[in-house]
């Protein structure tokens, strides 16, 4: 019988509530640039270091304190959005259109999450590179590669250390949240699984090792058992850290920012806009200088690693639609998956042994799907029937 190459850990379910210890914070006079795409001022942006004060079940990742009962993230002033943790707000002037994406998540966030986190023993990293090299660009257009755990697309630039003007600080999309089944075929062919999938949006991890990330997590196996759940990470300081449980089909809404200066912490802003369920969640890098801010992504990822190293089993979730995706330097300038830029990287997932690409981000359409939207789909062996070992 044919068996799968992939070791996994057991499925999560998370169901029991707790409530937050709520703190009130003191603002700290902390002197930061400010960035045109938003009308946050340097002190609205001092307090996210300080208002972080409620501890959560996994050290080192704390939120925020719960918001009075009437309050309202769309009339709020910066300072309140601060306090209890809602993301920045885009200019008005300057972004109208993600404006108006930001005011639709904030007017459904409406039930805090008091679900305990969760640390699993699993992890989405940095790129792991195909074996075979990178193909360069031969056209106008995106520049292509290959990976063994991520297919999207990636904007990057060419900073080394944080910079609070040309580093990106910002990163933002809008996805579904995919069903995960079993590859066509390999249950029967004896391949039990189970199969992972993970969505996310992020800061680094394409030129170095660290990502600080917020996804949806499917998974399945042969079996009928199937797990969903929301997700943060700021690899390798922390695995997977469950953060309250989701739906397949859900619409999620997930915001990565820095507004602290690059070092430490970050914030990952997440929404479930079906379920009304959010939080935002800092977390401190335990090792490392913290983000370097040279590259925003949008991911499809099979988690790592089994006991070969190699990522786990991809999961059949055909296609994943992400929409109303950007990204910000922190001078306000602002990036998309959609770019034609030769800086901007459309990566393919590959199988362990690089023979097939298992992933693809808008196969067919010259790199892009368009400004804002992506579209990955599931091919080779993680479509059917079933990636076997080698």
């Known amino acids: 019988m044919k068996t799968a190459k992939y070791s996994h850990p057991m499925f999560l379910a998370t169901s029991t509530f707790c409530s937050s210890i709520v703190v009130l914070a003191s603002t700290l006079?902390?002197?930061?640039?400010?960035?045109?795409?938003?009308?946050?001022?340097d002190a609205a942006r001092a307090i996210y270091l300080s208002a972080a004060t409620?501890?959560?079940?996994?050290?080192?990742?704390?939120?925020?304190?719960e918001p009075p009962k009437g309050f309202?993230?769309?009339?709020?002033?910066?300072?309140?959005?601060?306090?209890?943790?809602?993301?920045?707000?885009p200019d008005k002037l300057a972004d109208p259109d993600h404006r108006a994406k930001w005011e639709r998540a904030m007017l459904v966030a409406k039930k805090r999450s008091t679900t305990p986190l969760h640390a699993l023993s699993i992890s989405s990293r940095e790129m792991m590179p195909a074996r075979?090299?990178?193909?360069?660009?031969?056209?106008?257009?995106?520049?292509t590669s290959s990976s063994l755990n991520w297919s999207g697309l990636v904007n990057t630039?060419?900073?080394?250390?944080?910079?609070?003007?040309?580093?990106?600080?910002?990163?933002?999309?809008?996805?579904?949240?995919?069903?995960?089944?079993?590859?066509f075929g390999a249950c029967a062919g004896g391949i039990t699984g189970p199969f992972y999938e993970v969505s996310w949006n992020g800061i680094d991890g394409w030129k170095n090792g660290d990502v600080l990330q917020g996804g949806s997590y499917s998974a399945s196996d042969c079996s009928g058992n199937t797990a969903y759940l929301a997700w943060i990470e700021w690899y390798p300081s922390y695995p997977i850290v469950e953060v309250f449980p989701i739906n397949p089909g859900d619409d999620?809404?997930?915001?990565?920012?820095?507004?602290?200066?690059?070092?430490?912490?970050?914030?990952?802003?997440?929404?479930?806009?079906?379920?009304?369920?959010?939080?935002?969640?800092?977390?401190?890098?335990?090792?490392?200088?913290?983000?370097v801010g040279n590259s925003a992504e949008w991911i499809v990822e099979r988690p790592c690693c089994n006991a070969d190293?190699?990522?786990?089993?991809?999961?059949?979730?055909?296609?994943?639609?992400?929409?109303?995706?950007?990204?910000?330097?922190?001078?306000?300038?602002?990036?998309?998956?959609?770019?034609?830029?030769?800086?901007?990287?459309?990566?393919?997932?590959?199988?362990?042994?690089?023979?097939?690409?298992?992933?693809?981000?808008?196969?067919?359409?010259?790199?892009y799907?368009?400004?804002?939207?992506?579209?990955f789909q599931i091919t080779g062996c993680a479509f059917t029937p079933g990636c076997v070992a080698f």
């Open 72 to 89: 309202n993230p769309i009339v709020a002033s910066d300072e309140d959005l601060a306090t209890y943790g809602f993301p920045p707000r």
């Open 132 to 143: 075979q090299p990178a193909a360069a660009a031969i056209s106008a257009g995106p520049s």
């Open 29 to 41: 006079a902390l002197s930061f640039i400010a960035i045109p795409a938003t009308a946050q001022s």
């Open 369 to 375: 799907q368009g400004k804002y939207s992506l579209w």
């Open 252 to 291: 999620m809404y997930v915001q990565t920012f820095d507004t602290l200066g690059g070092t430490n912490p970050g914030n990952v802003y997440v929404e479930d806009l079906t379920t009304l369920t959010f939080n935002t969640y800092q977390l401190s890098y335990v090792t490392g200088p913290g983000l």
């Open 54 to 65: 409620v501890p959560t079940a996994v050290a080192g990742i704390r939120t925020y304190p």
């Open 309 to 367: 190293g190699y990522p786990l089993a991809l999961a059949n979730i055909y296609f994943d639609f992400f929409d109303e995706s950007w990204a910000n330097l922190g001078n306000g300038k602002q990036f998309y998956p959609g770019s034609t830029s030769l800086s901007t990287y459309n990566v393919s997932m590959v199988d362990d042994g690089d023979t097939q690409k298992i992933s693809v981000v808008n196969a067919g359409t010259g790199g």
């Open 157 to 183: 630039n060419t900073r080394t250390t944080f910079s609070p003007l040309s580093s990106f600080t910002s990163v933002n999309s809008v996805w579904n949240v995919p069903v995960a089944q079993p590859p």
